[in-house]
């Protein structure tokens, strides 16, 4: 119950909404060779784009080069005034985060991303990460308002509301140019799963 595809078909992917939280049946997929081609890597980079984000702690994070290049990532979407799901969903990234243990910031990126940009500033980020014990390579993100739109019109996050925003999870290997979709809310233990059999056949 899972989505894979090759880099290109995965990015266009990515841009379309999800109709519903729930995990989508996985068409037919064929792996990437692991390290992929030059022209896959460079492909990525043209899609995905180096748009310039800012990371809680207030550096400027260029978003394929900084965030995604080489890397197993998770990328959701929040804002910091939510009364609803964003609460929820970065506490079981908290757990999904306990779970990866040493991996996390080091072969694993968790990536969050406002949907508000112009009230989640970094430091409004910084003090919403700490609520979340959020550890080294968990990077929350934002930006000026066109840059942050840039990068959702590419996830497939974009809202006209930030209530109105998806409780996707995107979780990729941009090493091969795997990338699945599931919900945030799903079971840390079947997150760490997707994590780990990202590449293998359905």
């Known amino acids: 119950m899972r989505r894979g595809a090759p880099l290109l078909a995965a990015a266009l992917a990515l ?3 999800t109709a519903s939280p729930a ?3 996985a068409p037919a997929r064929t792996p990437a060779q692991v ?3 030059p022209a896959a890597a460079d492909a990525a980079a043209a899609y995905f784009t180096d748009t310039e984000l ?3 702690d207030g550096r400027p994070r260029r978003f394929y080069t900084d965030l995604l290049r080489g890397r197993e990532v998770l ?5 910091t005034s939510c009364k609803g799901a964003c609460p929820t969903m970065t506490a079981n990234l908290a757990r999904v985060q306990a779970l990866l243990g040493k991996r996390a910031g080091k072969e694993i990126a968790i990536l969050t991303i406002t949907v508000d940009p112009v009230n989640d500033t970094p430091k409004v980020l910084k003090q919403f990460a700490a609520k979340f014990n959020a550890g080294e390579g968990w990077r929350f993100l ?3 308002p066109q840059n942050v739109e840039t990068v959702l019109g590419r996830l497939g996050g974009l809202t006209q509301k930030p209530e109105e925003h998806t409780s996707t ?3 990729g290997d941009t090493k091969t140019g795997m990338w699945l979709k599931t919900t945030a809310t799903e079971r840390p233990e079947t997150i760490v799963h997707l994590v780990d059999d990202i590449n293998d056949a359905p």
């Not at 990328?75 to 804002?79: A, E, G, V």
């Open 142 to 144: 934002t930006g000026t």
């Open 35 to 37: 390290g992929g081609p």
């Open 15 to 17: 841009a379309l909404p």
């Open 169 to 171: 999870l995107l979780i």
């Open 23 to 25: 995990r989508e049946p």
């Open 54 to 56: 800012i990371d809680q």
């Open 75 to 79: 990328i959701h979407f929040i804002f």
